[in-house]
């Protein structure tokens, strides 16, 4: 990795987008990485952990399982309370939101086990016809943002203040725009671009794919109910190819290569409906911490000091109710 002196150091950052797994998971990241990553020179001043399939209960009933990673969590939240680092101030929670009457039995037993920290739910929509292509192969099934069920989960999650956060790929761009305008009344946060892939049969295509996605994006942006997370462009799927660097991917290539998305969804939801995201330990695969937010702060500079403010710590504190 490299060293990049740290730009504006003193400025709040809450990194509303980050995983943990308990030693044996899916990847080796704990709070001990977590703080080695938050404390490389950025202030950071709380973090909210977004569900990954961590921690879950090894028995009961099915639809309580996933409430284990809250569980496992939680305890990391208190753990980082007590520790010299940023502390997580929030619990994307998974349910299937498909449940019908259980879901409310789920939803209360996340609240149960996250108290305060329980802001939302992820039930991601990614699904690509080719997933052997990706690295990070998404595994909702077909036609979920349009299931009657799953919209009325959704609702469910708007009627109890609770915020859906969601992650699918740009040729899945429409299908959540069309649920978006369907159930108005959730607050909905669009993960990581809606993810433009640039590897399997979108290896040769970033620019038409980039052209259609701006488009896209500009119409999602209409529905006053959805937030963007800008972050998560350096997942080995987006096919730039920096997993494989030779040498280590510095803040300004970040930026020439990556800012361009970031602009134009700013464009389009403006400052106070985005806020950047670390999408941690996923992107370390291509940079390191420090380097990532050097790159976002330089994509932020040609902003007002109030846009910042908003996108570096203000709208992750107002959307997900963060008591920093």
């Not at 995201?277 to 500079?301: C, H, Q, T």
Request: charged share 25%; glycine share 10%; proline share 4%.
């Amino acid at each position: 990795m490299i060293a990049e002196e740290i730009v504006d150091p003193s400025r709040a950052i809450v990194d509303p987008h980050h995983h943990l797994w308990p030693e044996g998971g899916a990847l080796p990241y704990g709070l001990d990485a977590l703080h080695y990553d938050t404390g490389s020179g950025h202030n950071i001043v709380g973090t909210v952990f977004v569900e990954c399939g961590a921690g879950y209960r090894p028995d009961g009933p099915d639809h309580l399982k996933v409430v284990g990673e809250t569980e496992f969590v939680a305890a990391q939240a208190a753990a980082s309370a007590a520790a010299d680092g940023a502390t997580i101030t929030g619990i994307v929670a998974h349910a299937d939101l498909r449940l019908g009457d259980k879901l409310n039995e789920a939803l209360d037993a996340h609240a149960t086990a996250g108290g305060d920290l329980f802001k939302g739910v992820r039930h991601a929509g990614a699904r690509d016809a080719d997933p052997a292509a990706l690295t990070i192969p998404g595994r909702a099934p077909e036609g979920l943002y349009a299931n009657d069920d799953f919209r009325a989960g959704v609702s469910r999650l708007g009627d109890r203040g609770l915020v859906y956060d969601t992650w699918h790929y740009h040729h899945q761009n429409r299908d959540f725009n069309e649920l978006a305008a369907a159930v108005p009344n959730t607050t909905m946060v669009l993960d990581h671009f809606g993810s433009p892939l640039g590897v399997g049969r979108f290896a040769d295509s970033r620019e038409e794919i980039f052209e259609q996605w701006k488009e896209d994006v500009a119409a999602i942006a209409e529905n006053a109910n959805v937030v963007a997370k800008l972050g998560g462009l350096a997942m080995p799927d987006n096919g730039f190819g920096w997993h494989e660097s030779t040498t280590p991917v510095t803040s300004d290539r970040f930026v020439e290569e990556q800012g361009r998305y970031y602009r134009h969804t700013i464009e389009c939801f403006g400052a106070d409906r985005c806020m950047f995201e670390s999408n941690f330990p996923v992107d370390r695969f291509s940079l390191s911490y420090a380097v990532l937010w050097n790159g976002l702060k330089k994509i932020a500079a040609g902003y007002t000091e109030r846009e910042q403010e908003s996108m570096f710590s203000g709208t992750a504190t107002r959307i997900y109710g963060l008591q920093l």
